[in-house]
């Protein structure tokens, strides 16, 4: 199995602030990474597929970059509404996910 | 507009199968390319892909569950069924179903459907 691990685990910032979330992969994935959002009590939003393209409707500062086994998900200017858990997931071999970044307000 | 919506027990004891249904509309599972999963987060934990089923009824599993369940689909009701069997306290999670048009993200998702295990 392909294994994920983000850093950080959590993460403060304030509004306004430009937030980096990465995800690993324990082998090469190319770019078959997704990141998702999701807030307490709510199924994972889908934010970003192919490691960098944007699903509609998803704010342009969200956007995400890398290849093989580093990826990164980058909010430009953090939202009040972005404070959230974000999760990334591999579909390179089979469908796994990483164990979450928790984004709390500072 | 597309949704999906899980349905089944709240409460299973241990030992007992679970089964999940899914109904979804503004798609078909007839459709070339078109998939559904089932996952689950156990309560503060991290998500965990579970089953996939395709247009072409064919069905794939979580290595480290996959004698526990099974998948599987009627095309005519708009519904994907999940049974696990063997339930175990550790199974005590939000359980989801998910569009997933060509195997690759799960770009729709149910509201999900709390399943605890408890004697």
């Known amino acids: 199995d392909i294994q994920m691990t983000q850093s950080p685990s959590t993460l403060s910032a304030s509004v306004g602030d430009r937030v980096t979330i990465t995800c690993r992969a324990s082998?090469?994935?190319?770019?078959?990474l997704a990141w998702y959002q999701q807030k307490p009590g709510k199924a994972p939003k889908l934010l970003i597929y192919?490691?960098?393209s944007l699903e509609s409707g998803v704010p342009s500062r969200f956007s995400g970059s890398g290849s093989g086994t580093e990826f990164t998900l980058t909010i430009s200017s953090l939202q009040p509404d972005d404070f959230a858990t974000y999760y990334c997931?591999?579909?390179?071999?089979?469908?796994?996910f990483g164990q979450g970044t928790k984004v709390e307000i500072k | 507009q597309v949704t999906l919506r899980e349905s089944g027990p709240a409460l299973v004891k241990p030992t007992q199968t679970l089964t999940l249904t899914c109904t979804f509309s503004?798609?078909?599972?007839?459709?070339?390319?078109?998939?559904v999963s089932w996952l689950r987060q156990p309560p503060g934990k991290a998500l965990e892909w579970l089953a996939l089923?395709?247009?072409?009824?064919?069905?794939y599993y979580s290595t480290s569950l996959k004698t526990r369940l099974t998948i599987s689909k009627d095309t005519s009701k708009n519904q994907v069924v999940l049974t696990m069997t063997n339930m175990d306290p550790v199974d005590t999670a939000t359980y989801y179903c998910?569009?997933?048009?060509?195997?690759?993200?799960?770009?729709?998702w149910g509201q999900g459907t709390m399943v605890t295990v408890s004697s």
């Open positions: 998910a569009r997933m048009p060509y195997s690759r993200t799960f770009d729709i």
């Open positions: 503004g798609f078909s599972l007839s459709t070339s390319g078109m998939c």
């Open positions: 089923i395709d247009w072409d009824d064919d069905k």
């Open positions: 082998q090469s994935i190319s770019s078959w």
């Open positions: 192919d490691a960098s």
């Open positions: 997931q591999q579909y390179n071999s089979e469908w796994t």
